[in-house]
């Protein structure tokens, strides 16, 4: 190793060092907050109960429920099984690794088209991405987001790039788990996919029908009326719901005076994003299709919780390798790792930062970059992003 190879090596572990030691004083300050109601729901309909009569009194949202479809309950029941402890440690090894393999996929083809020292590259990229509000969040909380990038990310950057015959599988078990990974599917199809997004509504409706014969009446009571009633999801202007409705709802009340205009916004947000995100995926830069696709769902759902804003991940990746971006990965690797959205309850005096403009950036900025980042995200055309041992086929060019 020479002498400035080494440098190199010593000031990544000093930054590691200084990331462990931010984790250690953040600590696990919601303690698996969300991974508790999903046992104690599951539980609830194990001891014989319809799981969507399940409520939790919360002092910051109200009352929560269980949300998922039936099928996400399902693919829950092990974490419910286990005691605690067991299930914490289950839940961590599934999404630590499913950070490490996703965060592979993305850079590993980055690092070798660069010609960047691929160990230092992913040590570096997992120290930064851990301090991202979304990540750790998303882990603190026990949430099960990083199982579904998982599935979605193993089917468009593994399965559908090698032509198998079980691409759109994990889409669509992924939208059988929770609903908001259904807009990949749409994805598949306008992007010509259309086995791949054809056996994604399969294996959705495959999920589907199993969850309702093993629990009929629970999957009916989803279906026809929890699903469109949205009770249990939480307070629409709560900070953290970093959606454009969410915005909407915190700018004036009640939220529901602001539907026709969230209306009007979903519609452009979902002509815009998906017509860039079938560009890139036909210019074959399959990362910043799927990234885009990724960012309309967060945008146009009533609900997008800091911790569903995966995203920032493989955008930080293809604008890093950018020289004409990276100062934009710069911007949301700062903001979003020191968490500026939560500001308020790390001690941020509410008077006056909570009010006018600087109220309004700090409460939306994460739906703002999300927003940014639909017009700035370069398409890479030709892009070569499939982290396949076995040649991909060659990409299609725009139309």
């Not at 990949?184 to 199809?189: A, G, K, R, S």
């Not at 997004?197 to 014969?213: P, R, Y």
């Not at 916004?265 to 995926?281: D, H, K, Q």
């Not at 990276?326 to 500001?343: E, Q």
Request: glycine fraction near 8%.
């Amino acid at each position: 190793m020479d002498a400035r190879r080494a440098v190199r090596w010593v000031l990544l572990g000093l930054f590691v060092a200084l990331v462990v030691y931010g984790h250690i004083w953040y600590r696990n300050r919601h303690d698996w907050f969300d991974l508790g109601i999903y046992r104690q729901a599951v539980n609830w309909w194990l001891d014989g109960h319809n799981i969507y009569d399940y409520v939790k009194p919360d002092d910051t949202q109200g009352s929560l429920g269980f949300t998922y479809p039936p099928f996400g309950a399902l693919v829950l029941v092990p974490f419910a099984v286990l005691g605690w402890m067991p299930a914490v440690v289950l839940y961590s090894v599934v999404t630590v690794a499913a950070v490490l393999v996703t965060t592979y996929w993305l850079l590993a083809p980055v690092a070798r088209q660069k010609g960047w020292d691929l160990p230092f590259a992913l040590v570096l990229a997992l120290a930064v991405i851990s301090t991202l509000e979304p990540i750790r969040e998303n882990y603190t909380f026990g949430q099960i987001n990083m199982v579904l990038v998982l599935l979605i990310l193993a089917d468009l950057l593994v399965l559908v790039p090698r032509g198998s015959r079980w691409a759109g599988v994990l889409i669509g078990l992924a939208a059988a788990i929770k609903l908001t990974p259904a807009i990949f599917i749409v994805y598949l199809l306008i992007s010509r996919r259309y086995r791949a997004g054809l056996t994604a509504i399969a294996s959705a409706a495959a999920a589907s029908l199993l969850a309702f014969a093993i629990m009929p009446k629970g999957s009916v009571r989803f279906w026809t009326d929890a699903l469109w009633q949205g009770e249990g999801i939480g307070n629409a202007a709560y900070t953290f719901n970093q959606s454009l409705y969410g915005m909407l709802a915190r700018l004036s009340a009640p939220a529901d005076a602001n539907r026709p205009i969230w209306a009007v916004l979903v519609l452009l947000t979902l002509g815009f994003g998906l017509w860039r995100a079938r560009r890139a995926a036909l210019a074959g830069d399959e990362v910043v299709g799927l990234t885009l696709t990724g960012i309309v769902g967060c945008l146009v759902s009533p609900i997008t919780w800091v911790h569903h804003i995966y995203w920032f991940v493989p955008a930080i990746i293809v604008l890093a390798a950018s020289r004409r971006h990276a100062w934009f990965a710069g911007v949301i690797a700062v903001t979003v790792g020191l968490g500026l959205v939560s500001w308020f309850e790390q001690g941020l005096p509410l008077d006056p930062w909570s009010h006018g403009v600087p109220g309004f950036l700090i409460k939306n900025w994460y739906l703002l970059l999300l927003v940014a980042l639909l017009f700035a995200l370069p398409i890479r055309a030709g892009a070569r992003v499939v982290p396949s041992l076995a040649p991909a086929s060659e990409p299609a060019t725009v139309r």
